[in-house]
């Protein structure tokens, strides 16, 4: 059974930080593997969607890449802003066909002003 | 980009009582519409993956006569709490995948279920 770990599960720093979170999963034959935010009670917004067959995908300051072989991902967000709070999840899909996302529990990330 | 709306945002119920919720894909057909649940802390957990016009495939240890899913249309689903319990108080969303489609899924806001 997959099973997908994000490190930190908090994280504080001031703003203009460059940052990384951690996301690691348990079965390596993965399909693809996204980032998302999600805001308090509001729903999913994805952020980067890397296919098993690439190493890393950017959209402005964000860049996600992608070690299959060992089963990890990293998003780096440069340049942290105030609007960068939020919850940063990290979804995998294992199977080619019609399968959900196995999720972590986030990583909830504060950026003070 | 696709656009998914869930109804409603937030919904109060007693206990004994059923709830239903919407989701609906505004701009694409969905054949697949696929139903997770969030408790406080965890991680988003997959319920069910509905698919139109046929059953729905339930994940293990989520009972089907509890948690009613309808996918009528190809942009609808539905999702109905029978019987609610003050421990199926959660943070309910749905997503759709776009026909040919078997990579991104586009998510709804949520649905933010309290069992009084």
């Known amino acids: 059974k997959q099973e997908v770990t994000q490190i930190p599960a908090a994280l504080s720093v001031p703003e203009g930080e460059n940052l990384v979170l951690n996301c690691s999963f348990t079965?390596?034959?993965?399909?693809?593997l996204q980032w998302f935010r999600q805001d308090p009670g509001k729903g999913l917004t994805s952020l980067l969607l890397?296919?098993?067959?690439?190493r890393e995908q950017t959209s402005g300051r964000l860049n996600a890449s992608l070690d299959k072989s060992s089963g990890r991902s990293t998003l780096y967000i440069a340049a942290s802003q105030p609007g960068d709070s939020a919850t940063y999840l990290c979804?995998?899909?294992?199977?080619?066909?019609?399968?959900?996302?196995?999720f972590g529990k986030g990583t909830h990330l504060i950026i003070q002003p | 980009g696709a656009v998914v709306s869930q109804h409603p945002s937030w919904v109060i119920c007693k206990s004994g009582t059923s709830v239903k919720i919407e989701c609906r894909s505004l701009?694409?057909?969905?054949?697949?519409m696929f139903w997770y649940r969030q408790f406080p802390k965890q991680s988003l957990m997959l319920m069910a993956t509905?698919?139109?016009?046929?059953?729905?495939?339930?994940e293990q240890g989520v009972e089907k006569d509890k948690f009613l899913i309808n996918h009528a249309s190809l942009t609808l689903s539905t999702l109905t709490v029978t019987s609610a319990h003050p421990e199926d108080s959660s943070f309910y969303i749905c997503?759709?995948?776009?026909?040919?489609?078997?990579?991104?899924?586009?998510f709804g806001q949520g649905t933010r279920l309290t069992v009084v």
């Open positions: 701009d694409f057909q969905a054949t697949t």
């Open positions: 979804a995998v899909k294992t199977g080619g066909g019609a399968d959900g996302l196995t």
């Open positions: 079965d390596s034959a993965i399909y693809n």
């Open positions: 890397i296919q098993s067959s690439q």
């Open positions: 509905s698919n139109e016009g046929s059953k729905a495939t339930y």
């Open positions: 997503s759709a995948r776009p026909p040919g489609s078997r990579t991104e899924a586009f």
